[in-house]
């Protein structure tokens, strides 16, 4: 059966709060007793889960990576598509709030803007099917638990899942450094999608020309544009400040 390797304190515990059923195994370093690991075991025996204590080289050669000491093999999560989408959105309680990344090849980037993600209560993050990172190890390490709660949605089509969504009543917003608009005077409460292209290409001409509203974060210094996922974190929590207003 193949398994995903998931590794680091965060990313196990979420783990375990969210899906237990899908540990196949807990391996924890021999010796690794600290207060953070206690609370893990914890957490694993009030779901049965016996630890299988290791040598460090052993969880070194499972992962490229700071593991952390802890490492959980796992069966694969849900995959979800385009369809999927739809029903979530359809689920919201609260107005729909989407992250589409358009380019993010950077696995540590889509990990750290899934984090973000979460932290602003997305609902999903939508990415294409080609020209775009994957949910890999590495990811998953750096979204420091995300990956288990905010649902990642691959789509074969960008433009089809983004008309789709305006369909349904969604406005998209997507983030260009060229917008006259700044996002601290543009609305963005309400049913949304927020777009962030690639670092330096940004977003495709295609995805631009479908969004209903360009913004852009006002750069005070020397530099042009900021790391996608910070950027993705700026943007993502004006919408929460206007939605709290």
Known sequence: MKTETIFGIHAVQSLLTSAPQRICELLVVKDRQDQRVKKLLAAAQNYQIKPRFVDKRELDDLCNGSHQGVVALAQPGKQYDEKDLLDLIDNTETDPLILVLDGVTDPHNLGACMRS??????HAVVVPKDNSASLNEAARKVASGAAETVPL????????????MQEKGLWVAGAAGEAKADIYHTNLTGPRVIVMGAEGE??????KEICDDLVKIPMAGSVSSLNVSVATGVVLFEVVRQRSA
């Open 153 to 164: 949605v691959v789509v074969t089509n960008l433009a089809r899942a983004l008309k789709n």
């Open 202 to 207: 940004g977003m495709r001409r295609l995805t």
């Open 117 to 122: 993600a979460d932290a602003a209560g997305v």
